[in-house]
């Protein structure tokens, strides 16, 4: 069959992308699926970070690759051995697929899938097909997904079946920020009611640590970030306070919050920098989980001493050290409840020929979750 995609063919072209136009929005030959494949057609598709650290070249990944990796869609055709699928589900897509079989997963982490992220890598399917063809040429997928295009064919293991009262346009939006940002606070730090929270980084995942830190109960919750209008947002979403950390020291004004440092800081900004920042910021016996991807040659600096003299964790957090198919259901619950307003993330919804420009504003910070929607037009 024929679908309309994004392909990035090149990475490293510089802002603004606009004019640039790294995403090259074109008709593509898409394979049905094969053994254990989906062919889905995507009704939704969250434009990410992640996404932007490959076009920019900060996240090298094979080239040509139809982007995109937080999605929701409707499964149209199962392949040969799908078991717990058929044409008709809605579904949300989880970017590393989930093997069942290797360590990690055999021991509660699939995010740590060995097969599923070595397969991640290399811009195949799990069992290391490709399904997408350009000018008779194969064609990468972004993280097993490969979310901007109008259909697209995954491995079973990166799927998860919801019920079918969720619009997907919002369902989209858990398949990254939140299983990331609500899975750093509820699955990694395990944060305790009444324990002081600071967000560095206000982007979908750190809006989203926001929204989870009210979940735990968690108090103050204290949010930081450079630009005004993502603070404003935070507070709706449960910050207690707010810092702005162009205008004032941030690690300073945490500590004063909270009479000597947070409990646990969440950093979801991406830069050592600020990684260093939600560091100094925690008390002695604090916790920090980072979510953000900094560029792989990024080294970070910290005072050794303190992670034995003062007790102090720094852990690594990826998917929110979530199990998608238990996570998944039960976040999408507490939305239905009213307690997770995912839907006050998304600030933009756009078409496949909108994607350049919608790159320059999440570049720019002007935008937190913009939707792309395959089928619709400019």
């Given at each position: ?242 810092v702005n950390g162009r205008e004032e020291d941030a690690v300073r004004a945490v500590q004063e919050l909270t009479g000597g440092g947070a409990d646990y800081a ?113």
């Amino acid at each position: 069959m024929r679908t309309r995609a994004a392909v990035l063919l090149e990475m490293g072209r510089p802002v603004p992308y606009r004019e640039t136009r790294p995403l090259v929005v074109e008709e593509l030959d898409l394979e049905g699926p094969g053994p254990g494949e989906v062919l889905v057609e995507v009704r939704a598709a969250g434009l990410c970070h992640s996404d932007l650290s490959v076009i920019d070249g900060s996240r090298p990944r094979p080239t040509p690759m139809v982007l995109g990796h937080e999605a929701a869609g409707v499964v149209r055709e199962v392949g040969p051995g799908v078991m717990g699928l058929k044409p008709g589900d809605p579904v949300v897509f989880s970017y590393v697929p989930m093997c069942g079989r290797c360590l990690p997963c055999s021991t509660g982490r699939p995010a740590l899938c060995e097969p599923g992220n070595a397969a991640n890598a290399k811009g195949t399917l799990l069992h290391g097909s490709r399904r997408f063809r350009r000018q008779g040429q194969p064609v990468h997928h972004h993280l097993g997904v490969s979310a901007f295009s109008q259909y697209t064919v995954v491995s079973e293991a990166s799927l998860v079946k919801i019920d079918d009262d969720i619009p997907l346009d919002i369902a989209a939006v858990f398949g990254c920020a939140v299983l990331t940002g609500v899975g750093a606070v509820v699955n990694t730090a395990r944060v305790e009611p009444g324990s002081a929270v600071a967000v560095f980084g206000l982007g979908g995942v750190g809006l989203a640590a926001v929204m989870g830190a009210q979940l735990a109960g968690a108090e103050p919750i204290i949010a930081v970030d450079v630009r005004p209008e993502k603070l404003k947002l935070a507070q709706t979403l449960g910050a207690s306070h707010v810092v702005n950390g162009r205008e004032e020291d941030a690690v300073r004004a945490v500590q004063e919050l909270t009479g000597g440092g947070a409990d646990y800081a969440i950093e979801a900004a991406g830069r050592v920098e600020v990684l260093e920042q939600a560091y100094r910021a925690v008390r002695r016996g604090g916790t920090v989980v980072t979510v953000g991807l900094p560029h792989p040659e990024a080294k970070l600096s910290l005072p050794a001493v303190s992670l034995v003299a003062e007790e102090r964790t720094l852990r690594g957090s990826y998917m929110g050290s979530s199990v998608p198919r238990r996570d998944l259901p039960r976040f999408l619950r507490l939305y239905r409840a009213g307690k997770l307003p995912v839907d006050r993330l998304i600030t933009h919804r756009i078409g496949l020929d909108e994607v350049n420009e919608g790159f320059d504003r999440l570049a720019q910070g002007e935008a937190v979750r913009q939707i792309l929607l395959p089928h619709t037009g400019r």
